[in-house]
């Protein structure tokens, strides 16, 4: 176990919330902490603001920003915490959703104001996929929100979590007064403010005190004690196991945007938080203090610099050590690849680097080696799994304005779908380009991109599907029959693997039905493990 120090100090996660909760004031506040950013208001935000919903032109200029921020790497207390962005808006969902399998927990930002909401559903199922651990942060306190009881109700219900509270606040909005720290039992005062300072911390090892009636007053002492003792008395001390095993969520209060209540939330993740985790592969578990390093790519930016055709692939280290100018082998590739210029994330000197550890994530640039999923090793055959393409629910038909541009379009659509923000798929037997996305939005940006990046002029025509399934089956007759009869609905997707498209889910759950030979897959994921086409 040569790295074991290396890779205790690591922690690697994801801020994770509907867009507007918080998450980006959250992410500047702990890059304060980390000492990585000097002055509020430096991390641009990295989402796409509400009222530009249908603006490409916008997340062009968002693009640079991201890449800049996708890893973000700041050193707290001794420990090395690497911060994977995700993308707020939802029609990037699917390169969120990638991005939490490179992290080993992540926070969850809640609004106090409007509590679960939709994409907070749809992030905790994925991080549940997987067991993730999280830690649940209700933010905005300062603002007049849902009583605390009633959100931790609401969040354990809709997101099928426990959770554990941590911290309790008195009152919100304009009566907010602060959160009494559960587990160091002590309470930290609200002022509002911008910089990281506990001055306001007061020590209460007897919530009886009369120091505590003076700060607060009768009436919210008195609240709180009842509160507290009815908090103790359910839940009890937290259960780390139960945590790290992604049964139970610790929940803190507080206000990024006062920077209130952050850094108890960073010090508690600093001390339960896991470190580099084990992952799954196709042929064993394979863990961080293994010698031989392993890694997989979980995204890709393409052109950075349209002149050149340049991407970075993203990668993240499971296990060894990575280094500088040393052949790995690209398993999907069968072919030795060595990289003379990885670049690192580390906030304050953002570089090539010599060595990267489990954790840790490393920008390669790619000339079109890789794609999503893509597993390096150190010679070893095995490839990391877990790393799905979800079924698409929008599709549409590619229609090529420019026949003189054929080739320029059919490169570009390659290329760009291997950034995995969207899905291309072809016509069984015929050449017809379909592509899937989760969002309307990747359209608008895939039109534009291939005009710009590849002179390639496209239309787009809407297809009546709903969803992508894979399809396999042991019955090599039965399969091809099943092809037969549904041409119209049969396509492959880039690697040749058969997808039925289907109309509606009355029709899908009747091919089901009616087919008990084929299975229908809702992720690309079980190809990789050799089954049927
Ligand atoms: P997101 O990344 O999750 O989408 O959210 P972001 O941090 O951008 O926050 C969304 C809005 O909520 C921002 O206001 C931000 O200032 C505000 N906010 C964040 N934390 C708190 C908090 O603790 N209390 C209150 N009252 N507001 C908070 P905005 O007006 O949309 O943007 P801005 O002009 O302030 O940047």
């Known amino acids: 176990m040569k790295y074991t120090e290396e890779i205790n100090k690591r922690k690697t996660f994801a801020i994770i919330s509907h867009p507007d909760a918080g998450k980006t004031t959250l992410t500047e506040k702990l890059l304060l902490f980390g000492g990585a950013i000097q002055t509020a208001g430096a991390v641009k935000s990295n989402k796409i603001k509400k009222h530009a919903t249908s603006d490409f032109m916008e997340i062009e200029k968002q693009r640079g920003i991201s890449v800049a921020t996708s890893v973000m790497t700041f050193e707290y207390e001794g420990f ?14 699917e390169d969120t959703y990638r991005t939490l399998t490179a992290v080993d927990s992540v926070i969850l930002v809640i609004d106090s104001v409007n509590g679960v909401e939709p994409q907070t559903r749809r992030l905790m199922e994925v991080c549940r996929m997987r067991d993730t651990p999280v830690i649940v942060f209700i933010n905005k306190m300062d603002r007049d929100g849902k009583m605390p009881f009633d959100l931790l109700e609401e969040i354990e219900k809709e997101l ?23 587990f160091d039992k002590n309470l930290l005062l609200f002022s509002a403010n911008t910089k990281a300072n506990d001055e306001d911390v007061m020590h209460i090892t007897d919530l009886s005190d009369a120091s505590l009636t003076d700060r607060v007053g009768e009436r919210d002492a008195k609240q709180l004690r009842e509160d507290v003792e009815l908090i103790d008395g359910v839940y009890g001390g937290l259960n780390t196991t139960s945590y790290l095993e992604g049964k139970i969520a610790p929940v803190f209060f507080g206000s990024a945007v006062n920077n209130f209540g952050v850094k108890e939330m960073l010090d508690t993740f600093i001390r339960i938080a896991p470190a580099p985790l084990c992952r799954l592969t196709s ?14 790519v979980f995204k890709i930016h393409a052109n950075l610099d349209p002149k050149h055709r340049d991407r970075i692939a993203f990668l993240r280290v499971c296990s060894g050590r990575f280094e500088r100018n040393k052949y790995y082998h ?7 690849i060595r990289f003379s210029n990885p670049y690192s994330f580390l906030a304050r000197q953002k570089d090539v680097i ?62 760009l779908t291997d950034e995995g923000v969207a899905q291309l798929f072809t016509q069984h037997g015929g050449n017809r380009k379909i592509i899937g996305c989760v969002g309307d939005l990747q359209f608008e940006v895939i039109q ?15 297809l009546p599907f709903y969803k992508a399934c894979w399809i396999t089956s042991e019955d090599k007759k039965k399969l091809d029959d099943f092809i037969r009869f549904k041409t119209a609905n049969i396509v492959s997707d880039k690697d040749g693997h058969l997808v039925y498209l289907a109309q509606s889910e009355w029709f899908l759950n009747t091919e089901i039905t009616n087919n008990p030979d084929i299975t229908f897959h809702f992720t690309s994921e079980i190809h990789k493990e050799g089954y049927g086409v």
């Open 80 to 93: 090395l915490i690497n911060l994977l962005d995700t993308p707020g808006h939802k029609d990037f969902a």
């Open 160 to 182: 099928h979590i426990q959770l554990h509270p941590m911290s309790w606040p008195i009152n919100s909005g304009k009566d907010f007064k602060g959160v009494y720290n559960l």
């Open 283 to 296: 042929e064993k578990e394979v863990c961080p203090e293994d010698e031989k390093f392993s890694g997989f």
């Open 330 to 336: 690209h398993v999907r590739l069968d072919k030795d």
């Open 354 to 415: 010599e060595e990267a550890y489990p954790g840790d994530v490393v920008g390669l640039f790619d000339t079109g080696n890789f794609k999503i999923g893509d597993t390096l090793t150190e010679g070893a055959d095995f490839y990391f799994t877990g790393i799905p393409s979800f079924s698409p629910e929008l599709f549409k038909e590619v229609v090529n304005k420019d026949p003189m541009k054929t080739k320029q379009l059919e490169k570009g659509l390659l290329q």
């Open 448 to 462: 534009y991109r291939l005009l710009q990046e590849y002179g390639a002029s496209v239309q787009f025509n809407t």
